[in-house]
């Protein structure tokens, strides 16, 4: 009866063995447990519903009157037969409830000693902060050891899935909320050939997850969902959960994404965060106005605020706009960009700021820095 259930379309993730699994892989210590229970009360439910549903008509068949005949009341009752119905499945439920709250105990207690990294979600995209400043939107963890995500959210209750860990849990704005699982499978590393063509392939843009199945960096992952409902790009809102093999990889990796790499101009890491850290999903490039305006007429542009003022968009006007958006709100959108304050380096923030130079109509006639203005910032 399984291998029928293991036949069926899969519900879950694409990150699948096969694609026609029930289930996607089981990659967390979680997983063996989760998926018992799960088939455990579904079969018993399936085991109770076929004979009680066999019954109902079998009866509505065997106690058919014609119509005109009067019902007669029958009132007798079966004392050990009752008895027995009512006893029996409740030793089934107690055996559900025990061994569901057993696993959700488990699930809430965090084992002592398990790394710790910090998750942010906003509308719509996920920061992972590994401490001493490295943000990166993708999750990087060990495996074989325990990681706890302490989460919050800039804005709606988003909500984390990952699937292959069996593994969900709210991110509500205004508190902090956790969530612990312990990966049991290493992610994959692809071979540097195909690596090297697909980044060839990929060229500059926005690196393509769901066509190579691997991260730019050669890795192969799991798949991270929001999972509650959180307004128009909630479908957007996904990034990928890396499982390393030692802690000098993980270690290793962290290193290469928290900084600048020497040989990428300001301008393609400004292009890189601008894709990476969820600006894409409020600001356009092409004058599309989304929740935010288009970076297409920011930079070098006259801005009128909410509150009635005007300023020129220049370098310091748009780096106030990243680290502080709630103080000069531009007039016709609403305050709900979060602040990048203590998530962006100086340098990330230059890098931001020479790329909306390139791709903003106004950049040229920009507010034009005179001699004396250029003297003072060296001073
Ligand atoms: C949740 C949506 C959202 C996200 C994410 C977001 N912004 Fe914004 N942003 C807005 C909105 C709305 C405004 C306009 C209101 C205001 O000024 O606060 C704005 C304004 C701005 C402005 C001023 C623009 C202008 O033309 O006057 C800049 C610059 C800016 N954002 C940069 C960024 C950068 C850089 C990122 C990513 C690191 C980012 N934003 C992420 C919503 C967002
Ligand atoms: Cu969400």
């Known amino acids: ?6 036949n069926m379309p899969h519900l879950l993730g694409d990150q699948l063995a096969s694609k026609f699994t029930w289930f996607p892989e089981q990659a967390s210590t979680f997983a063996a447990e989760n998926d018992w229970l799960f088939f455990f009360i579904t079969w018993i439910c399936v085991l109770f519903f076929i004979p009680i549903a066999g019954c ?14 009067k019902a007669e009341s029958n009132t007798a009752h079966n004392t050990p037969l009752e008895l ?15 061994m569901g709250a057993r696993s959700y105990l488990n699930q809430r207690t965090v084992p002592e000693g398990a790394n710790n990294i910090g998750l942010k979600a906003f509308k719509w995209g996920w920061t992972m902060d590994y401490g001493k400043g490295v943000m990166n939107p993708e999750l990087h963890i060990l495996a074989n050891e325990p990681t706890k995500l302490s989460m919050r959210s800039s804005d709606v209750i988003h909500s984390v899935f990952v699937p292959a860990f069996r593994a969900k849990k709210d991110v509500v704005p205004g508190r902090y909320n956790y969530m612990w699982f312990e990966a049991d499978v290493a992610s994959e590393r692809v071979s540097d050939e195909e690596l090297a063509k697909a980044k060839f392939e990929n060229g500059d843009g926005v690196w393509d997850y769901d066509k190579w199945q691997f991260t730019q960096d050669g890795y192969r992952f799991f798949d991270l969902y929001c999972t509650e409902y959180c307004g128009k790009n909630h479908s957007v809102m996904q990034t990928v959960v890396v ?4 802690v000098e990889d993980l270690d ?15 301008e393609a890491w400004g292009e890189k965060l601008y894709n990476q850290r969820g600006c894409a999903g409020c600001h356009s490039l092409d004058g599309t106005k989304r929740v935010g305006p288009s970076f297409k007429e920011s930079y070098g542009n006259q801005r009128r605020f909410a509150d009635g003022t005007n300023a020129t968009a220049d370098e310091d006007y748009i780096r106030n706009s990243i680290l502080y958006p709630k103080k000069q709100v531009v007039e016709g ?36 820095v005179t001699d004396d203005e250029e003297t003072n910032i060296e001073e």
Request: proline content about 9%.
């Open 56 to 69: 109902l008509f079998y009866f509505c068949w065997k106690y058919c009157k014609p119509k005109g005949q």
């Open 243 to 246: 499982v390393h093999e030692t």
């Open 252 to 266: 290793a990796w962290i290193e290469k994404v928290s900084k600048r790499p020497a040989d990428q101009t300001p």
């Open 84 to 98: 027995a119905w009512s006893i029996l499945p409740s030793f089934f439920l107690v055996a559900m409830f025990v």
């Open 333 to 368: 959108y609403q305050p709900v960009m979060p602040s990048y304050q203590g998530q962006l380096s100086d340098d990330d923030i230059a890098s931001i700021i020479a790329y909306l130079k390139t791709v903003s109509d106004y950049g040229p006639k920009a507010a034009p």
């Open 1 to 6: 009866m399984f291998a029928l259930m293991n």
